[in-house]
């Protein structure tokens, strides 16, 4: 008989509170306290950037004579970290029973610690492993998210947190991520937008076919005002997830010309772990 792990004992409390998992955040705006501790316990230092999806984004970045879809910044990373660890299965979409994207697509773990991660969590990769599996979430219609999550060090018991940088795949419905528009800001603005991203609504092409309001946003940006589609531009972080659910050009993803920069520079810094 197998010996019950740490991560087996994690898995199964994940699992158990997912569904609190609102309520929980919401007590971070009405407790100062409470903030505090959940902030020390589960987002301190935290640093995560929004990725958009590429499916359906059919502007390309271009940058001193060449372009490229917003996926390619997460595998240009990928491309230069030796230790890489793909999660064997999507904890968040496995909780909530997930029947509307893969649940078998689950995070990218990158830098030295991933080295402590247990088998049974995730399996050691390759780059062309990894790049495929970015594919493959770009292909369901998953949004990228990637950063230092402090959380997976918690519940995956491994350290330091410097050395971990994840990359996750989300959907509307499940993504632990999702609670933060219930979190205080405090901790929810560790969630970040790519610079000079911005989402656009064109009046005009929409048909209120309302998909982008079947709670495709997960960070509940996008609502019905007035006999119309609104979006709230404080609370949307450009993951595209909107985009691909609009069939008539109605929401469309832009950059600016700094966008480029931006991303190199945020990516380079993440990437300390290969100095770890």
Known sequence: MRKIS?????????????????????????????RKIVDKMLFEDDEIIVVPNTININKKIESEGSEFLPTQVIKDVIKRCDDIVIMN???????????????????IFLGPTTRKIPKNIGHKATVEEALDHVDKADAAGLSHIIGRNKIDTVWMNVRPGKGLLTICHCCPCCCLWKVYPNLDDEISDKLERLDGVT?????????????CLNEVCMFQAISLKDGKISIDHDNCKGCGLCVNSCKFDAITIDYTDETIDNVVNRMDDLLEIRDF
């Open 6 to 34: 740490f991560a087996d004992i994690s898995i199964f409390v994940l699992k158990y509170i997912f569904n609190w998992r609102f309520w929980i955040a919401e007590i971070t705006k009405k407790s100062r306290i409470y």
């Open 89 to 107: 299965s999507c904890l968040c979409r496995a909780s909530n029973n997930c029947e509307d994207y893969p649940q078998d697509i689950g995070c």
């Open 199 to 211: 989402v656009k609504l064109h009046e005009e092409n929409c048909r209120m076919c309302k998909k």
